[in-house]
């Protein structure tokens, strides 16, 4: 049986997922070990929607304040014909999705999202290079092994360590992400290069057959962040150069099993050749588990 006073808590990665659950433990007073596996907390990754249940929790651990500085607060999903640019649907957030769900829904960088976390855990209480390489359990405890071989013992191990978890295939075996047969581009643009199109402070979403584009802005409106989804036979996943972005979203969209006419002029406009940056990612998924916890393991 797990004590509930006195405890040690082991996390293993140091994402969205390991910060939080660290800053949340502390705010019961529980003691807290963070083991990450990279030398440093890069500034990496683009645009994050947080909706109220994330933000809520934020909210709690003392982060609100901060968490308004970097994010932007959305007034609306707005769903729109790929093509001719119609509004299908649209969602109210802002104010009224706050009232109703009692926290903001807000865009995030995620390099910015993890700034804040950084800030709240005031640097302490993690480890960096300091990779999970395995654990043991027993009735009283369980140990971490780390790449160097240090061990570390604690009464709970918590895996936060992402979509390839360690942990987690350790306790269910190794499995690797299923592809979904979805890539995904993604691309951020200085916001002055947008600002013309009048895309509003809104989650644009322009919805065509088996593609998809989001746009919204992050960085407190700095930074303009676009992902284009569509069916790919190629798992292939690369950094590329905006116009590769441009030429995977549009023309796919364009080979479609019946004539299509041009991808919209404003997403067409905001998503290609004015981004700094463009990645292609391949999107995959994990089967469900019946079970994802362990008496030490969760
Ligand atoms: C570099 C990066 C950039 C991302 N960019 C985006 C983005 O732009 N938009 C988006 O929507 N999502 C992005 N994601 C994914 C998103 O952050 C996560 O899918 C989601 O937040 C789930 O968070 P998580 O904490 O479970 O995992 P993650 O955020 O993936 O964090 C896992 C952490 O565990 C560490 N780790 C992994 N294995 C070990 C190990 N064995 N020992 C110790 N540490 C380990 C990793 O280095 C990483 O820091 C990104 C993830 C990463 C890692």
Redo the contacts with the bound molecule.
């Keep these: 049986m797990v004590r509930s006073n006195n405890l040690k808590v082991l996390i ?7 910060l939080t659950a660290l800053l949340a433990l502390r705010a019961r007073s529980i003691d807290a070990q963070l ?4 030398e440093a907390f ?1 500034q ?5 929607q947080l909706s109220s249940n994330a933000t809520r929790i934020l909210r709690t651990l003392g982060l609100g304040e901060a968490l308004a500085r970097v994010c932007v607060y959305p007034e609306g999903r707005d769903y729109r014909a790929w093509d001719d640019g119609d509004r299908l649907y649209y969602t109210p957030l802002g104010a009224r999705a706050e009232a109703q769900f009692g926290a903001p829904y807000y865009h995030a960088h ?1 390099a910015d999202l993890l700034g804040v976390l950084l800030d709240g855990v005031a640097n302490t209480g993690f480890r960096l290079n ?4 395995g654990f043991a359990q027993t009735t009283d405890c369980v140990t971490v092994t780390l790449a160097d071989g240090t061990k570390v013992a604690g009464d709970v191990l918590i895996g ?8 987690r295939g350790q306790l269910f075996g190794k499995e690797l992400p299923r592809y979904t047969g979805n890539v995904a581009w ?1 691309g951020l643009v200085p916001a002055e290069r947008v600002v013309h199109l009048d895309l509003g402070s809104v989650t644009g979403v322009w919805m065509g057959p088996n593609r998809s584009i989001v746009q919204y802005y992050v960085a407190a409106g700095r930074t303009f962040n676009w992902i284009g989804i569509s069916r790919s036979e190629s798992r292939r996943a690369n950094r590329g150069s905006p116009r590769d972005g441009l030429r995977m979203c549009s023309p796919n969209i364009l080979a479609g099993t019946r004539p299509f006419a041009p991808l919209s002029p404003r997403p067409r406009a905001s998503c290609g050749r004015r981004s700094t940056t463009a990645n292609r990612c391949r999107i995959g998924g994990s089967g469900a588990s019946s079970c994802w916890a362990m008496p030490r393991t969760r």
Excluded: K, L, N
């Excluded at 293993?12 to 390991?18: E, S």
């Excluded at 990496?44 to 994050?48: E, L």
């Design positions: 293993a990665g140091g994402g969205i997922g390991g083991f990450e596996q990279t890069r990496v990754g683009a645009g994050i995620r300091s990779r999970v390489e936060a360590d992402g979509i390839h978890s360690t942990v993604r």
